[in-house]
């Protein structure tokens, strides 16, 4: 006569397994999704790039000169649409840094990335030139001469 085991539960094995197999699955899911999460918050930096520079030409057109544009007395794109970082746009964006200081005819707008996207600093000119002066902390350097704004890692322009 034989006797029946009922079984009940999970073996060790097949606990251990099934751990495995979760583990293996987050460490390729984590780095994944972290560079998902930070692609996402790219686009604001870029936005208000975008944003500051419609309001470059504006200005532009009404006063046909740059180089007041960054006065700090007067209400004007660099100071009214200059951008801070916040806990929804990581980037602080202006045209007043000393290298980047507004000619009659010329401008160069950078966004510098903080928290999340420290690292990241891209830029746009007044003929509409777009670079990616750096990436993301972890994404590497940017290539020598990156003419648009690299929003993966590993791409390139």
Do not use: H
């Not at 692609?39 to 006063?63: F, H, I, P, W």
């Not at 002066?133 to 890692?153: E, Q, Y």
Request: aromatic share 8%.
């Amino acid at each position: 006569m034989t006797q029946q085991r009922n079984s009940r539960g999970f073996t060790l094995i097949e606990l251990m397994i099934t751990v495995a197999i979760v583990g293996i699955l987050a460490a390729i899911a984590l780095p994944s999704y972290k560079n998902y999460v930070i692609r996402g918050k790219l686009v604001a930096g870029t936005n208000s790039l975008s944003t500051l520079r419609a309001q470059m030409e504006q200005y532009y057109l009404d006063n046909r000169t740059y180089m007041t544009v960054s006065a700090p007395t007067i209400v004007t794109p660099c100071t009214q649409y200059a951008v801070v970082a916040s806990p929804n746009n990581l980037f602080n964006v202006n045209c007043s840094a000393a290298s980047d200081a507004p000619t009659s005819s010329a401008y160069v707008i950078r966004a510098t990335g903080t928290g999340a996207v420290a690292g990241a600093q891209y830029t746009i000119d007044n003929q509409g030139n777009m670079s990616t002066v750096g990436l993301p902390n972890g994404w590497g350097t940017p290539p020598a001469s990156s003419a648009c704004w690299i929003m993966r890692k590993g791409d390139s322009c």
